[in-house]
């Protein structure tokens, strides 16, 4: 029997309102839709309804107040009060920056809508996106800026941030700007500019949803901390690793859209890719998977290193495994992977996708001759074919594994290139 006493709480309400939260806890599955009181009774619905009901009758029958309609005395250009009008903008809901057009009406934003010439959104937006409307209207936004806790007047406040920094400028103390991901080039440079007047001034971004672990995860993977875009539509296979791509991950708009072209099984041909999701909680993305595979989150081998081991690799049900991570075999489970008959691809081959595009990137900066990306996509398949080709012959020539005729194929290149140029270049 367990002896930990110790007490957890869900959430703040419950922790601060003690006994009350408990209260009204206890009666959470009270079977009367009236709330909490214990029993409200036919006749106390029927009084709470014939006041909704006679207060509409009321109003109803009201004469509506007069309104006057006052024209602008200075009209903008191309603005005539009544009829909406569109700008367009970026959605700030995440970093992905969808495009999307603003609906106004006399001076005001009312309904956000994907903009259908934006390359990444192309016409959608997100229930993120357009629900960000509401935040314009929110009640409890600040309506004036505040000083030390009161309400205060801007000039007041300027003044006084203006006097601080340039104390901070004189005394060379540090300035920091914190902001979520901005994606405009003019505020960029507006804040770039402003950094420029402080000898130790930096630009902080945090985003409440944030893609670090994505950028550290592929400076560790592919040597350079910059968020991968998928290419879904290209796909004829997509395996999603607890990775949300529809609902909430680094750009679900640009992702949904490339997703059904990649499964548009009425076009002609039809063509649908295959999808398997691997995740321990039912996302959007997983309730659209072809193949949904529950696993709990530390059994989600990702991109981590040594996940399939001697002790799990003995289970193991595929025919063929592919390492799109850097060695997620350990040796052991690599010699029983082979005892079994199961095909490795190893990572040198699988994942070396990034590597080979960092050289074509080397080789460009170096000719100043730049390709467009069909072309990089093309260079990238044929190395990749051929490369998996050629490792498939030596492997089956030398009756090795698929890692060790990576491994022998390599080592002969750099031997080759060595003795022909010499260890110096
Ligand atoms: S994905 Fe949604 S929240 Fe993010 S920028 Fe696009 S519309 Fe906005």
């Known amino acids: 029997m367990s002896t930990d006493h110790t007490k957890y709480w869900k959430s703040l309400e419950e922790y601060e309102a003690g006994n009350a939260f408990e209260a009204r806890a206890a009666i959470e599955f009270a079977d009367t839709p009236l709330g909490e009181a214990s029993e409200p009774g036919r006749r106390e619905f029927l009084r709470a309804a014939g006041f909704v009901f006679a207060g509409a009758a009321l109003t109803g029958c009201g004469r509506a107040p007069v309104e006057q309609a006052i024209p602008m005395l200075r009209q903008p250009e191309g603005i005539a009060p009544g009829r909406p009008y569109y700008y367009a903008g970026v959605c700030g809901g995440c970093s992905a920056s969808c495009g999307l057009l603003a609906k106004c009406r006399d001076g005001r934003p009312i309904k956000l809508e994907g903009n259908p010439e934006h390359p990444v959104s192309r ?198 495994i592919v390492e799109g991570a850097n060695g997620p075999t350990t040796r052991e489970a690599d010699a029983i992977l082979q005892e079994r008959g199961i095909v490795v691809v190893p990572d040198i081959l699988a994942n070396a996708g990034g590597v080979a595009v960092s050289y074509f990137e080397w080789v460009q900066d170096l000719q100043n001759f730049f390709w467009e990306e069909h072309e990089v996509n093309q260079q990238l398949q044929t ?43």
């Open 123 to 320: 016409g959608g937006l997100c229930a993120v996106g357009q629900a960000s409307i509401l935040g314009l209207y929110d009640s409890l936004r600040l309506q004036q800026p505040m000083a030390r806790g009161k309400n205060a007047s801007w000039l007041d406040v300027d003044a006084e941030i203006s006097t601080a920094l340039d104390g901070l400028r004189k005394e060379k103390r540090a300035v920091r700007v914190l902001t979520q991901t901005v994606a405009s080039p003019v505020l960029n440079a507006q804040i770039r500019g402003f950094l420029k007047g402080f000898p130790d001034a930096r630009h902080v971004v945090y985003d409440a949803l944030s893609a670090s672990p994505i950028l550290d995860a592929h400076r560790q993977t592919h040597g350079a901390r910059v968020l991968p875009r998928y290419l879904f539509a290209k796909a004829d296979i997509i395996a999603s690793f607890d990775a949300d791509f529809l609902g909430s991950w680094i750009s679900p708009v640009e992702y949904t859209s490339a997703y059904s072209e990649a499964r548009a099984v009425e076009a002609s041909p039809p063509r649908i890719a295959w999808h398997v999701q691997l995740e321990s909680r039912m996302s959007l993305t997983g309730a659209k998977a072809d193949r949904r595979i529950k696993l709990a989150p530390p059994e989600i081998p990702a991109a981590l290193e040594h996940q399939l081991t001697a002790e799990n690799a003995p289970y193991v049900q595929a025919q063929m």
């Open 383 to 425: 190395i990749m074919v051929n490369s998996f080709r050629q490792v498939w012959d030596f492997a089956e020539a030398h009756d090795v594994p698929l890692r060790m005729a990576a491994y022998m194929m390599a080592v002969d290149r750099v031997a080759s290139a060595v003795q022909t140029r010499g260890i110096w270049p």
